[in-house]
């Protein structure tokens, strides 16, 4: 079927994208085989986003997007005919018709869209501690802190709990006379320090960094309700896929937060969702504008878990888009999982821009007919050099081709229509109000004012009594949890690797049963400690 059959230029297994000497499809099929936008400032990098996020809206797969400069919001609302738009689509054999796509805003500072959230635990000590920017010995305490959490069923929910936490593992230098009274935290202190040297000039270190966050916003970001990723994958009600769009103008100010919370999210997915192997389309696209600065100074340990979140997701039925300058700044192991390429023009004024052309030009596959470098650099403004994946997952040699006009508005949207929106929103009233439940900060301070017995940790997920506790030591047990890290047996790879994707079903089918606070608090601090993400929890290895 060619472009000119189809009323939008899409068919049912593939999006238009754009057209040359030959038209440029994007296979559905293979869409979750991942792909990468790159290009100058200005060459249209946010307009090809736009066109491939509304191809796969109508297909009925959902979108994730991040919006840097605002633009992409216009997917909201009805395209307008204008006369460069009309003259684009007539001299590709398109009736240009104006649409628009169901939109969902989110926003972590809560201003723009409905609010994000996540609680401390879900996010865990790795990707906190890249968040925070702490070295190896930092990272190790705060490690130490999640254990025994875990261990006397403290619940990390938001950075006050998390700030409790650390001042209560800190040594007790302090003398005390026959007379003093006992330590109140003693028994917290001593869990610590028996998974090694916890120090005061390191905890407060991790203080410190703590508040560069909550200065950033970060604030805002931990606590509950914690966001649903379920919502994310959505259809509206003529079958098509939902567009999220997570603002991100204000967020970007803080490039650790941005990076760092877009990645929690894809181990959030990874974790959550089940194996689907090859589909006809894919459940959910997730673009990643900006992705530089995914890997900016990022440590080889979670490198190492960056590919291989990228590697595997795909079977779950997710695709990754990374959207950045230039192919360089995505490291070769990650780029070489990245099939569906669009290069936008780039400019060469100094030799090492002229490096970065070379090396552009040297990830497409080669078109006899092109010379791809010095194309590169010819580019106009909407031009593109596209290479898709074929029909045996191999890539298309490399076309130049014009990018299709979208079909809804090209631009931000105004605040009247971003307030309409979110109004309407199918998720409006479940995020936008926070909640402070009894946590870790309450739990410390009651211990301290001698009102609250040391927790039981079998009562609340630890290794002692009560049915949760034995429950969670079972599994544990299973998934080599509750012994030290190090190599894991055979029983144990094979037992990780049957139940990683039920354990979730099967914790939060056992606190949904023993009552609501439960499986939000103590039940999925269980779930929580079994699979606390892919990047943070059992695959850190």
């Known amino acids: ?20 000497d030959e038209q440029a499809w994007l296979t559905l099929a293979l869409a979750n085989r991942h792909g990468l936008v790159t290009g100058a400032t200005g060459t ?50 398109l009736t240009f018709q104006p649409d628009q796509f169901s939109t969902v805003f989110w926003d972590v500072f809560g201003e723009q869209g409905h609010p994000v959230r996540a609680t401390v635990t879900e996010m865990g000590p790795l990707l906190l501690a890249r968040m925070l920017d702490l070295n190896d010995v930092q990272e190790g305490v705060l490690n130490v802190a999640f254990r025994v959490a875990d261990d006397n069923g403290l619940v990390l929910i938001d950075m006050k709990d998390l700030r409790a936490l650390l001042d209560a593992i800190v040594p007790d230098s ?76 204000k967020l970007l100010q803080s490039p650790r937060l941005y990076a760092t919370f877009l990645l929690w ?21 997730f673009f990643f504008d ?56 780039l400019r060469a004024f100094t030799p090492r821009d002229q490096k970065a052309v070379a090396a552009a030009a040297q990830t497409f596959r080669p078109n006899p007919k092109l010379d791809t470098a010095k194309v590169i650099m010819e580019l106009g403004k909407g031009e593109a050099l596209v290479s898709f994946l074929e029909g045996n997952g191999t890539p298309a040699m490399v076309e130049r081709v014009m990018i ?44 301290i004012a001698g009102t609250a017995a040391p927790a039981d940790p079998g009562a609340a997920g630890g290794e002692g009594g009560g049915i949760l506790g034995q429950i969670g030591s079972i599994v544990g047990t299973i998934f080599g949890t509750n012994v030290k890290r190090g190599r894991l047996s055979t029983g144990q790879v094979i037992a990780r690797d049957m139940t990683r994707s039920v354990t ?35 695959l850190r290895r």
Do not use: C, W
Request: glycine share 12%.
């Open 290 to 345: 900006e992705a530089h600065l995914l890997f900016n100074d990022a440590p080889k340990a979670l490198m190492d878990k960056i590919e291989q979140v990228v590697r595997l997701i795909r079977s779950k039925g997710v695709g990754v888009y990374f959207v950045t300058q230039n192919p360089v700044d995505v490291p070769d192991r990650v780029l070489g999982q990245l099939g569906n390429r669009v290069q936008h023009a």
């Open 174 to 249: 302090g003398k005390k006379g026959p007379d003093a009274a006992a330590d109140p935290l003693a028994e917290i202190r001593k869990a610590a320090q028996g998974f090694g040297n916890v120090t005061k000039a390191t905890v407060g270190t991790i203080q410190r960094q703590l508040l560069v966050l909550e200065n950033q916003g970060g604030t805002k970001f931990f606590g509950e309700p914690a966001l649903t990723l379920k919502d994310f994958m959505k259809t509206d009600r003529d079958g098509r896929g939902m567009v999220n769009i997570l603002v991100a103008d």
């Open 1 to 20: 079927m060619t472009a000119q059959d189809s009323k939008l230029g899409d068919t049912d297994d593939k999006i238009f994208v754009g057209k040359g």
């Open 504 to 538: 979730n079903q099967v914790i939060g089918g056992m606190a949904a049963n023993i009552g609501k606070s439960v499986a939000g608090k103590l039940g999925g601090s269980i779930g929580r400690t079994l699979v606390r993400g892919a990047l943070g929890g059992l």
């Open 265 to 285: 999210m894809l181990s959030e997915l990874f974790e959550e969702l089940p194996e689907a192997g090859d589909l006809p389309k894919p459940k959910l696209v």
């Open 44 to 93: 249209g990098k946010t307009v090809t986003l736009q066109v491939m996020a509304e191809g796969f809206a109508r297909a009925g797969v959902p979108v994730f997007a991040s919006d840097i400069k605002g633009d992409l919001s216009g997917i909201s609302e009805v395209g307008e005919a204008k006369d460069f738009i009309l003259k684009r689509a007539t001299e590709m054999g």
């Open 404 to 447: 299709r006009p979208p079909s809804a508005r090209i631009g931000p949207i105004t605040p009247a229509e971003r307030k309409a929106i979110m109004d309407a929103s199918p998720v409006k009233g479940k995020y936008d109000t926070a909640v402070d439940d009894e946590s870790a900060y309450e739990m410390i301070q009651q211990r």
